[in-house]
């Protein structure tokens, strides 16, 4: 990975945030095979670098070391006490301002000196702001959106309205939530096209419809207009999404559907495996982003095929990033294996449902328990 954060004191701040920021800005600034070391340490080990590298007895907030070895850009060194003091003087977070600071020294890294005078000093504050804009636009930290079919599949064991996905996807978008994501299949198994309508009308924060490329879902997204539509593969076997879509060899059709979508006024999305000419055509296709497919490394049995299914997407992700296309990955995430893909910077959405709502099941039925028993015995929750 190009920007490693080493954090040497106890991190009262997102290490996540400062990775996610420092892989973006070497992205914006071409560099993304370079590599960049960020440390964080306290006042007394700064002051130590200081004195013997730089000759200043003294703390301070950043220091940048250009490095010569090829491949790697430097080291950028922050005292995470003075940003915390700074953080407490600005009226701002700590994090915002190890995110100032990390530009300031990046920026020194490109070469840029506000010590060399007025002009100097002037450039180098312009360029600062740039990357600082840029972040703030790009944002920094994926969007999180959770898929409620399961929510759904619970209610049509029973087929009667409970619990319903539309009063989960109110829950899930009050907890924070960027985003609903539902699956209308074919054989309805568990989203229902009521359920489709009124989700739309609820939803105050995106709407993601994922649905097979047939004519009757092309129509439907149309009628509804979801903020986006994921293009996934659809068996009527199969218990959940198997494999992505096969975009190489659908190309031509898949091409349509994106072209018939886009008619409605509708960004497409396709789910695809992390695999160079699934990208590539993804890309042929003028769909606006890809969902790569996490389950085979969601799915590996031991480290080094986890290692390597990390890999790939880290790689397909920076690719699809290259051909213009928006990341976003999803499929077997969970509570183990989700926060080392979330440090790869270029996905900017995670779609997660399994997980999430069998965790909610877990974590609810204790509740749940107490008050059926006060019911049935009078006893208080
Ligand atoms: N993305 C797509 C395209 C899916 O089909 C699914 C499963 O419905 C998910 C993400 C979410 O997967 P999971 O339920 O395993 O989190």
Redesign the pocket.
């Known amino acids: 990975m190009p920007a490693v954060i080493m954090p040497q004191v106890k991190a009262p701040f997102s290490c996540l945030k400062l990775h996610r920021s420092a892989e973006r800005l070497l992205r914006y600034c071409g560099l993304s095979q370079q590599e960049l070391n960020v440390l964080i340490v306290n006042d007394t080990q700064i002051t130590e670098i200081n004195t013997r590298w730089l000759n200043r007895p003294r703390p301070t907030n950043v220091i940048s070391f250009p490095q010569e070895s090829p491949g790697l850009m430097g080291d950028i060194v922050i005292s995470a006490d003075t940003a915390r003091r700074e953080a407490a003087e600005a009226g701002i977070t700590i994090e915002c301002r190890l995110i100032e600071l990390l530009v300031h020294g990046f920026v020194h890294l490109l070469g840029e000196d506000h010590e060399l005078g007025n002009e100097a000093a002037r450039r180098m504050a312009a360029r600062e702001q740039e990357l600082i804009s840029y972040l703030l636009m790009e944002g920094i930290m994926a969007d999180l959106c959770i898929?409620v079919?399961?929510i759904a599949t619970i209610r049509q064991a029973r087929g009667g309205n409970e619990p319903d996905p539309v009063v989960a996807a109110g829950i899930v978008e009050l907890a924070g939530a960027d985003g609903i994501?539902i699956?209308l299949r074919e054989d309805r198994r568990h989203i229902q096209d009521r359920d489709v309508r009124i989700i739309r009308e609820v939803v105050k924060t995106r709407l993601t419809l994922?649905m097979a490329a047939t004519d009757e879902m092309i129509g439907i997204a149309g009628e509804i207009q979801p903020d986006i539509v994921?293009l996934?593969p659809e068996k009527r076997q199969e218990l959940?999404?198997e494999g992505g879509l096969d975009v190489v060899g659908l190309e031509e059709s898949v091409t349509d559907a994106v072209s018939r979508l886009h008619k409605h006024g509708i960004p497409v999305s396709l789910?695809v495996d992390p695999e160079d000419a699934q990208i590539e055509a993804a890309a042929r296709t003028g769909a606006e982003c890809i969902?790569i497919?996490?389950?085979r490394y969601?799915d590996a049995e031991d480290r080094e095929t986890e290692d390597r299914e990390f890999e790939a997407i880290s790689q397909m992700a920076s690719k699809a990033v290259d051909l213009g296309l928006r990341v976003?990955a999803?499929?077997?995430?969970?509570y183990r294996n989700t926060a080392r893909v979330a440090a790869i910077s270029e996905i900017s959405e995670f779609?997660?449902?399994?997980?999430?709502?069998a965790r909610a099941a877990i974590t609810g039925l204790d509740q749940a328990v107490r008050e059926m028993l006060k019911l049935v015995k009078g006893m208080e929750a």
Do not use: P, Q, Y
């Open positions: 898929n079919d399961h994501v699956h994922e994921t996934v959940t999404t789910f969902e497919h996490t389950g969601a976003h999803g499929h077997g995430l969970n779609s997660i449902g399994h997980a999430v709502i």
